[in-house]
Each structure stands twice: as C-alpha cells, then as structure tokens.
C-alpha cells in the first residue's frame, strides 16, 4: 500500500518568514495530493490540494508543488501570520482505481509554529 | 453548507464498555469516511461508505468494531469491549463524487479508555 513520509516532524519560523513542508510517496499510481491543517481540538481541514496533472497550484499565500518523477510534493506558506500555527498534514491518494482508492494516506504531520 | 458534525465531543469510557459514534456528513455528501487518529499521528483510515452500502474497510478495523449507514445519511461507529488501545480520536470525512471528491472532516470523537 501507498506510504507518505513527511518532513519535518515541526517548524518554528518568524512572523512574515516562509515556510516549506516536504512530503515523499512510494506508490506512483496516487494522483491526488491534499493538504489539511489541523487545529487543537479540531478535525483537519483541507486547504488546497493538487492533482497529478498539474505542477503547481497556488492559493493566496499557499502553494503546492508537485513532482511527480521523484514522487514528492510540498506545500508552501508565505507571509506567516501567528494564526498559521497549526499541524499540517499533507496525504496521498489514488482517485480512479478500485479497492484501496478510497482512503488518503496521511503522514505524520509537522507542527508550525509562527513566532509574532 | 453546515460542515460534517459528530456526536459525543468526548467519552470517556471503562474497559469491556461497548459505545457508539455518530457522524452527520455534509447534507448531499454520498460518500463517508471513517478515521482513526492517535496522538502524534495521521489520520489513519477504517471505513468507507457510498450512500448505504460499506464498500471498504481496512485491516485496522478489527471484529469489535461496526460501522452502520443505514439510510445513506448519518453513520454509526460502534466498538464493542473495548481496550485501552482504542483510546484516539475517530473522525469521519465526507465527500460528493461529482464535486471533486474532496474529503471534509468533522471536528472527531475523543475517546478515552480507563
């Protein structure tokens, strides 16, 4: 089955600064790449996602870059504001195949803190 | 556009209790997730449903657990005698294929096993 790995397990930047978290897959057949930020308490919510016919996808002050040959994909967040503090999960997922295809695959997460 | 709701916030169980969850997708969302997530980690899937029929479960869904949509609406989690290892939190998604099928989550029930 499909594995993500996601680096790194936290991140401390300065307010305004950017911030970048990196995600590898194993299986070459997930073509579906969203990314949820989660809050104490809360569930996680998706704020962008990316499919395996695009490169990049921008959204405001979050992108996501995808390559698909080395099968990493990572998102980005410029002009960090306090309230970006949040783990945030990226996960993978193959969305036209048949058993299996339902589910994401989530990594482990990394813990942003923004620092005012 | 309400959001995916789920019922109990919290419970705080013994073990050898069975108890039982409750999640109300995004009102046209014919697809329902089951997750599992412990502390430190990924959600990790259990269960998925579209409308009423539970198309797949994964391996982590052991015999004491049952998922239920009867009615292609809300859905059920029950765990029957349960351990300490189940203590997490369960979160169910939802999604409508003809949107994207992009899945949304509820804010999860916190169990605790004593």
């Known amino acids: 089955g499909e594995n993500v790995e996601q680096h790194p397990s936290t991140l401390s930047v300065q307010e305004g600064d950017s911030a970048v978290i990196k995600c590898t897959y194993s299986?070459?057949?997930?073509?579906?790449f969203p990314w949820y930020k989660q809050e104490l308490g809360k569930g996680p919510q998706l704020i962008i996602d990316i499919r395996s016919n695009v490169g990049e996808k921008k959204d405001q002050r979050i992108a996501v870059t995808l390559n698909k040959t080395a099968k990493h994909f990572s998102l980005h967040i410029t002009e960090t504001q306090p309230e970006d503090s949040a783990v945030y999960f990226c996960?993978?997922?193959?969305?036209?195949?048949?058993?299996?295809?339902?589910?994401?695959?989530f990594g482990k997460g990394t813990k942003l803190s923004v620092i005012p | 556009d309400t959001g995916v709701s789920q019922n109990p916030r919290h419970k705080i169980t013994k073990r050898g209790q069975n108890v039982t969850f409750r999640c109300d997708p995004i009102s046209e969302h014919n697809r329902l997730y089951w997750y599992r997530q412990t502390l430190g980690q990924g959600p990790e899937f259990l269960t998925y449903?579209?409308?009423?029929?539970?198309?797949?479960k994964s391996r982590l869904l052991s015999d004491r657990f049952s998922a239920e949509r009867p009615k292609g609406s809300f859905s059920t989690l029950e765990i029957q005698r349960t351990e300490q290892g189940d203590s997490a939190m369960y979160l169910c998604a939802s999604s409508f294929l003809r949107r994207g099928d992009l899945q949304y989550f509820g804010p999860g029930t916190r169990l605790t096993v004593t």
């Open positions: 449903f579209q409308n009423e029929a539970q198309l797949e």
């Open positions: 996960a993978a997922r193959n969305l036209y195949s048949g058993a299996g295809s339902y589910q994401l695959t």
């Open positions: 299986d070459s057949a997930s073509n579906y």
